[in-house]
């Protein structure tokens, strides 16, 4: 079981908007550490989509965003596309096991 | 441009070793920390450790002491990511990313190596 728990999977039609949930507690997400979300396709490796709660890097989208809210995060996606059917992680530091840890992702779905 | 690129898919046979290879380019090796992370067959990520690029002192995540060893080449900015006494359950893509601090994230990766494990 991961420390951070997400929903399996998300779905959402073209131009609809979805939300990611990213739970966790007290030794991670609201000790407060950062919460990180990372974009995966098939056969591909992880892009970083949002550091730091709510920080885009350059290049992604502004149709995505972040927050969080005691030992919660979400990852929100505004004007769903056909590109953004992926895999969505979040990341956070824990300090009781004094390890980075990933949520068991989610797997979104363009239908 | 920055990247990491990494060594090329190994087939081994249980109980065998492997070497994995990152190689950065692009900025300053040593200014950033290296991490390893594992994702197995239809499987999420798995943070295995990081190794501090300046000071070469590795950290392991519980469930990665013992067979796995990080280690450096800073003379051409190589990361490596050893295993030893390979078990089939070690058959997944394991990746390196680098990181500027923990409000950072993991901001650039490398494209990942498969590592099979079987007779």
């Known amino acids: 079981q991961s420390v951070l728990t997400q929903p399996p999977s998300v779905s959402g039609a073209p131009g609809q908007r979805v939300t990611i949930s990213c739970t966790g507690s007290?030794?991670?997400?609201?000790?407060?550490?950062?919460v990180h979300w990372y974009q995966q396709h098939p056969g591909t490796a992880p892009k970083l989509l949002i550091y730091?709660?709510?920080n885009r890097p350059s290049g992604v989208p502004d149709r995505f965003s972040g927050s969080k809210s005691g030992t919660s995060a979400s990852l929100a996606i505004t004007g769903l596309q056909a590109e953004d059917e992926a895999d969505y992680y979040c990341?956070?530091?824990?300090?009781?096991?004094?390890?980075?840890?990933f949520g068991g992702g989610t797997k979104l779905t363009v239908l | 441009q920055v990247q990491l690129v990494q060594s090329g898919s190994e087939l081994k046979k249980p109980g065998a070793s492997v070497k994995v290879s990152c190689k950065g380019s692009?900025?300053?090796?040593?200014?950033?920390?290296m991490n390893w992370v594992r994702q197995a067959p239809g499987q999420g990520l798995e943070w295995m450790g990081w190794?501090?690029?300046?000071?070469?002192?590795?950290t392991y995540a519980q469930g990665f002491t013992g067979r796995f060893v990080f280690s450096l080449d800073t003379s051409v900015s190589t990361a490596h990511l050893q295993i030893t006494g390979l078990k089939a359950e070690d058959t997944a893509v394991y990746y390196c990313?680098?990181?500027?601090?923990?409000?950072?994230?993991?901001?650039?990766w490398g494209q990942g190596t498969t590592v099979t494990v079987s007779s």
């Open positions: 990313a680098r990181v500027w601090s923990r409000s950072s994230g993991m901001d650039v």
């Open positions: 692009g900025y300053t090796f040593t200014d950033y920390a």
């Open positions: 190794i501090n690029t300046y000071t070469g002192n590795p």
């Open positions: 007290s030794s991670n997400i609201g000790a407060p550490y950062d």
């Open positions: 730091g709660n709510t």
């Open positions: 990341q956070s530091y824990d300090n009781r096991l004094s390890a980075s840890v």
